[in-house]
């Protein structure tokens, strides 16, 4: 029902900023929960931050929190990433779960997800 691709990746250096967008294809995208989720090398795919249908609402992981911030309009998702660091490298993925559960940082959770966009953060 909705298709997601991610754009926006790149190489920055630490302290740095990268904005990541996701643009959704397909109808009622609106009523889903968008997350951002990152797996580095050697790591598992990790909850990165979320946003609810209605906007009203974003959770981010520890790691991130106070440096990323998500945000959605239409049928875009974004993550803004400022202060970049090191270990933020990795492949970033956009998902969608329709409605929600309130358990957004489980992978699990979500049936949609983008091919992914390489994020290099460089010293």
């Known amino acids: 029902q909705v298709q997601l691709m991610e754009s926006g990746g790149g190489l920055v250096h630490a302290g740095g900023s990268l904005r990541l967008s996701c643009t959704a294809s397909g109808h009622c995208f609106r009523s889903y929960t968008m997350a951002w989720f990152r797996q580095g090398p050697g790591k598992e795919r990790e909850f990165v931050a979320a946003i609810t249908s209605s906007a009203t609402r974003t959770v981010y992981a520890d790691s991130v929190r106070g440096r990323f911030t998500i945000s959605r309009d239409k049928n875009m998702g974004y993550l803004q990433m400022d202060s970049m660091k090191l270990e933020d490298a990795g492949i970033y993925y956009c998902?969608?779960?329709?409605?929600?559960?309130?358990?957004?940082?489980?992978?699990?959770?979500?049936?949609?997800w983008g091919q992914g966009t390489q994020v290099a953060v460089s010293s």
């Open positions: 998902a969608a779960q329709f409605g929600g559960s309130g358990d957004y940082n489980d992978k699990g959770n979500y049936g949609y």
